[in-house]
């Protein structure tokens, strides 16, 4: 393959340069004058303490659980580690041969408690997947 008309590369064109420059130094000046309040006697790239302090304000309010919500959250919690441990009881049971009846009584009166309402669809949806586990293998018991 034979390359030919090959030149001196192109240098940059000055003019384009320095219009994007003006309009990036404008821009620059503009930001500085809204984080500063308009105030030109602050240093140029500073943010006011009062703007991140509503800012940081906000962000908290949105992280906070309401406190109902973290109530319920707990008790749901709660019962799904109350079901993890009946089902792991009953696992070690069936691995060692001697499966007590109390330990299947267990199982069954824990899913039979009543189930705290949540509005979180992960914490729900997690709920429902440890209670349809343990519902199978108290059919698989029964059997």
């Not at 008309?5 to 404008?26: F, L, Q, W, Y």
């Not at 973290?70 to 079901?83: C, I, N």
């Not at 009543?114 to 509005?119: E, G, M, T």
């Amino acid at each position: 393959m034979k390359v030919s008309n090959i030149g001196p590369a192109k240098g940059v064109d000055r003019t384009k340069r320095k219009s994007g420059a003006a309009s990036s130094d404008a821009f620059a000046d503009d930001l500085r004058a809204a984080t500063s309040g308009g105030a030109p006697e602050q240093a140029a790239g500073t943010v006011s303490g009062a703007a991140v302090a509503g800012v940081d304000a906000v962000l908290a309010m949105q992280a906070a659980d309401d406190a109902t919500q973290g109530r319920s959250r707990g008790l749901l919690t709660a019962r799904g580690d109350r079901l993890l441990d009946r089902l792991e009881d009953l696992q070690l049971a069936l691995l060692t041969g001697r499966l007590p009846k109390e330990k299947v009584i267990e199982l069954a009166q824990a899913l039979r408690e009543k189930r705290p309402a949540s509005d979180d669809a992960g914490l729900n949806a997690i709920l429902d997947e440890i209670e349809l586990r343990a519902e199978v293998e108290l059919a698989k018991l029964a059997r």
